[in-house]
């Protein structure tokens, strides 16, 4: 059994030169007046962008390895949602809002050949049935990750007993979507757990 551990990476978007020089000023500034947690918890992340680095723990065999993705890039704004994954045979990218589960939209380049299919919402509950069920235990382990301080959680499979851990940031907003479902019961977005 191998696990697969994410990590993320944080960006907040922002449209030209200017804005990020803005931005970073603004970054710099409150970071000399204020406690950095104490900043983190007024304000309100509503955009961005979110990149899970994928390591697997254990050994893979080479030709395995080359056709699992490394990375998954998930951008939000607001309550729409889109995440984007690229492996050696495929891309995916999935378009989601939390607000019109009806909204879904799945996109798939496979070796040339593009399919769009909406999403049931029907099938969506349906699979959502087949998740394990977690006993969540919040602990007190913080980390910073991408800049934003998360709590660890280990949440124990109701069914098997096996043990899954999750560091993730109260400051930023949980988007549920097809990498995060299971983790809905948590108060932020997951930035670091293994599956």
């Known amino acids: 059994m191998h696990n697969v551990i994410l990590k993320a990476y944080f960006y907040k978007n922002s449209n030209t030169k200017k804005m990020k020089r803005i931005l970073l000023l603004a970054v710099l500034f409150t970071a000399l007046l204020s406690n950095d947690t104490y900043s983190q918890k007024k304000s309100k992340v509503t955009e961005g962008k979110v990149v899970y680095e994928i390591?697997?723990?254990?050994?893979?065999?080479?030709?395995?390895?080359?056709?699992?993705?490394?990375?998954?890039?998930?951008?939000?704004?607001?309550?729409?949602?889109?995440?984007?994954?690229?492996?050696?045979?495929?891309?995916?990218?999935?378009?989601?809002?939390?607000?019109?589960p009806n909204a879904g939209l799945i996109l798939l380049d496979v070796m040339g050949s593009k399919y769009a299919m909406k999403v049931d919402p029907a099938k969506v509950e349906e699979q959502k049935?087949?998740?394990?069920?977690?006993?969540?235990?919040?602990?007190?382990?913080?980390?910073?990750?991408?800049?934003?301080?998360?709590?660890?959680?280990?949440?124990?499979?109701?069914?098997?007993?096996?043990?899954?851990?999750?560091?993730?940031?109260?400051?930023?907003?949980?988007?549920?979507?097809?990498?995060?479902?299971?983790?809905?019961?948590?108060?932020?977005?997951?930035?670091?757990?293994?599956?």
Do not use: H, W
């Open 55 to 100: 390591s697997l723990d254990g050994e893979v065999d080479g030709m395995m390895a080359a056709m699992l993705p490394t990375e998954i890039v998930m951008k939000f704004k607001g309550t729409k949602c889109r995440t984007e994954m690229v492996t050696a045979m495929a891309e995916n990218i999935t378009l989601s809002d939390q607000k019109d």
């Open 129 to 195: 049935k087949k998740l394990p069920e977690f006993d969540v235990t919040i602990t007190t382990e913080t980390k910073e990750i991408a800049g934003y301080m998360c709590k660890k959680a280990i949440l124990k499979n109701k069914s098997n007993n096996e043990e899954t851990y999750i560091f993730y940031a109260e400051s930023l907003p949980f988007l549920e979507n097809s990498l995060t479902s299971q983790y809905k019961n948590l108060q932020g977005m997951p930035l670091e757990f293994n599956s």
